[in-house]
């Protein structure tokens, strides 16, 4: 079974930068053939889609709300999923969330419900 850790979540001004890692513990030997994805909750929100790559990182999609501010890149070697986040709001606040997807096969959907083996968060508040 693989455990996922988030780190490097911090408070910062709204238009700073963070950089949060996923790294993967455990069972890693698959990780570098499933989809990774980022996803986020804010308070009374339900959880949202923030970011995903496939398994090689040559295909990246993102949310409306980050595309243009936030990179999503992995390191299979280092079994690590990273999400840059540039030009932060005031709106990402939230607890962020890396998980990988629940099948090998990526579908095309970036929903919750698809993606299993979520770490435990790492907060991230961005003051205006």
């Known amino acids: 079974q693989v455990q996922l850790v988030e780190s490097g979540g911090g408070l910062v001004q709204a238009g700073g930068s963070l950089r949060l890692s996923c790294a993967a513990n455990?069972?890693?030997?698959?990780?570098?053939?499933?989809?990774m994805g980022w996803f986020r909750q804010a308070p009374g929100k339900e959880r949202e889609f923030v970011a995903g790559?496939?398994?090689?990182?040559?295909?990246?999609y993102y949310a409306d709300s980050v595309k243009g501010r936030f990179t999503i890149s992995r390191d299979n070697p280092k079994t690590t999923v990273y999400l840059q986040m540039n030009s932060l709001k005031p709106e990402d606040t939230a607890v962020y969330y890396c998980?990988?997807?629940?099948?090998?096969?990526?579908?095309?959907?970036?929903?919750?419900?698809?993606?299993?083996?979520w770490g435990q968060g790492t907060q991230v508040t961005i003051s205006s």
């Open positions: 455990g069972r890693t030997d698959a990780f570098s053939i499933y989809t």
């Open positions: 998980a990988r997807y629940s099948k090998i096969y990526n579908s095309g959907s970036y929903q919750a419900r698809d993606f299993a083996s």
């Open positions: 790559i496939n398994w090689n990182g040559g295909s990246t």
